[in-house]
């Protein structure tokens, strides 16, 4: 058996996809592999079935991090981000992994699983919910849509949605009124709990995107987790998109994301040192956000949620 | 992520520019605190605390008293339009203290727009019509390369340590796939 260690060091969202491509190593080559991991968010593997213990120094294992260079053409190519890191595996290994779900794949444990969620816990209830992540990190600050934007879906359902706020401490998570706050209170493993009792997902392009796909659906629940998207033009639809998520872009709408997603990186340089500094938003408006999330309204996205009510 | 060729080299184009350059005070802000007629009972907390001291050069803390000034501004009319209503005060009166609080809010609206791109916000916390208390976050640095955080790097011997010799609350997590972290 071949005894690999895969490697990957970027963001949650990356290794939520990266799940996908050792899941599907496995499905492509059944009996071929001994697969470790050596991640950020180690969390995001518990109770994965298809990792084994290996030692890196150990005879035989070997290692490889784990990139993406499909992304270099996700403006053009009909690629989804799914397939990133297997294009790059099969370059690597000489392999024929393929997609087989369209999503990535977390695990919860049966005892995660049985307990309340963590809303039910909070509320000493159970309560049908939607996730709402209204800000993000400092570095890629363009995805940002304004606060009072969030506050406005949320004042929308008040009284027929509750609203979950999320967030990790020490992001732009502003607060939201009439919400439940667990903004820096939630585990990553807490918040794929959180998201395996949700109803639905409201978020810019970012983790949660991923965990509404890949976080499997409970018991009984029979459609999609619902997710709305809000993601401007800075990214393809095709490459971020999942099924049964509206994914609201204005990839072909401006001149700044005529032909394919801006991929830049913020609406207006922080001055930290970053080099992202020199990746702007061509067009911000006096609200402070790129146009393309000034294209999404506040009323769009409550229709949008509207319809999985 | 994002893709390491970026197809138009990007530079900062006068938008973005004329943006940047105001995300600080403006050269012809005036701290009320300065003022002759500065009123304190109507000067919210910052983070619970008096809040910066005038003439402060740190730029998160001007911009904080940026934010308080302007909360100060809509308790100092919040106050004018309630002393008028108990007096009796003429509807134009109340109508002029009214529009006054309108334009103060949509400065706070406008302010809080200038920074959004920043991520600098200012949550108030309000005892009646009154903001009493900003609380501000200080925006960290972003962490440009991840910081690493693996349960899978190995620590050679961790889960032979008898739990005896683990100080203070240590919690040995063992995972079903047979990885050990504290």
Not at chain 1, 206 to 233: D, E, N, Q, Y
Not at chain 2, 130 to 141: K, S, T, V
Not at chain 2, 148 to 173: F, N, T
Request: proline share 9%; net charge positive; charged share 25%.
């Amino acid at each position: 058996m071949e005894k690999w260690i895969f490697e990957n060091w970027l963001s949650p969202g990356d290794i939520v996809v990266l799940t996908a491509a050792i899941r599907d190593l496995h499905r492509a080559y059944p009996g071929r592999f001994l697969t470790d991991v050596r991640t950020s968010c180690p969390a995001l593997w518990e109770h994965n079935p298809h990792l084994t213990p290996l030692n890196k120094e150990a005879r035989g294992v070997r290692s490889i991090v784990c990139h993406y260079p499909l992304i270099h053409q996700c403006n053009t190519a009909p690629y989804h981000f799914i397939h990133g890191f297997m294009e790059y595996l099969n370059d690597q290994l000489g392999l024929r992994v393929r997609p087989t779900e369209f999503k990535g794949d977390i695990y919860l444990s049966r005892e995660e699983k049985q307990r309340p969620g963590p809303v039910e816990e909070a509320l000493g209830e159970p309560r049908p919910y939607w996730i709402i992540v209204a800000g993000g990190k400092y570095d890629y600050t363009i995805k940002w849509w304004h606060r009072r934007r969030w506050q406005a879906v949320v004042d929308h359902f008040k009284g027929k949605l509750l609203f979950v706020q999320v967030g990790e401490k020490g992001h732009y998570h502003p607060p939201l009124k009439n919400v439940l706050d667990l903004r820096g209170k939630t585990t990553l493993r807490d918040l794929i709990r959180l998201v395996y009792c949700a109803d639905g997902i409201l978020c810019p392009v970012t983790l949660h995107m991923h965990l509404a796909a890949a976080v499997p659906l409970p018991p009984g629940r029979k459609r999609l987790r619902s997710c709305v998207v809000i993601a401007g033009g800075r990214e393809p639809a095709h490459w971020e998109q999942y099924p049964g998520h509206q994914f609201l872009h204005t990839i072909g709408a401006l001149d700044c994301c005529r032909t394919g997603g801006c991929w830049k990186s913020r609406t207006v340089p922080l001055n930290d040192g970053s080099k992202l500094d020199e990746a702007l938003c061509a067009e911000v408006t006096p609200g402070g956000i790129p146009r393309c999330m000034d294209m999404t309204t506040p009323a769009q996205v409550s229709d949008l949620i509207e319809r999985f009510l | 992520m994002r893709p390491l060729v970026i197809r138009k080299k990007p530079v900062a184009n006068r938008k973005n520019v004329a943006v940047a350059t105001q995300l600080k005070p403006p050269p012809n802000f005036r701290d009320p605190r300065l003022r002759h007629n500065f009123d304190p009972a109507a000067w919210p907390l910052c983070n619970g605390s008096p809040g910066p001291p005038c003439g402060a050069s740190d730029l998160h803390e001007r911009r904080c008293i940026e934010f308080l000034a302007a909360y100060y501004e809509l308790n100092r009319l919040n106050r004018q339009l309630l002393a008028a209503r108990q007096r009796g005060s003429t509807e134009q009166r109340i109508r002029s203290l009214v529009l006054k609080v309108n334009k103060a809010m949509v400065f706070v609206e406008k302010l809080e727009d200038r920074y959004a791109p920043v991520g600098f916000f200012g949550e108030p916390m309000m005892k009646g019509v009154f903001y009493r208390d900003i609380a501000f976050i200080r925006p960290a640095l972003p962490l440009v390369y991840p910081a690493l955080q693996s349960s899978h790097i190995a620590i050679p011997g961790l889960g032979d340590i008898p739990p005896g010799e683990l100080r203070g609350k240590v919690k040995i997590r063992r995972f079903r796939h047979g990885k050990v972290d504290l």
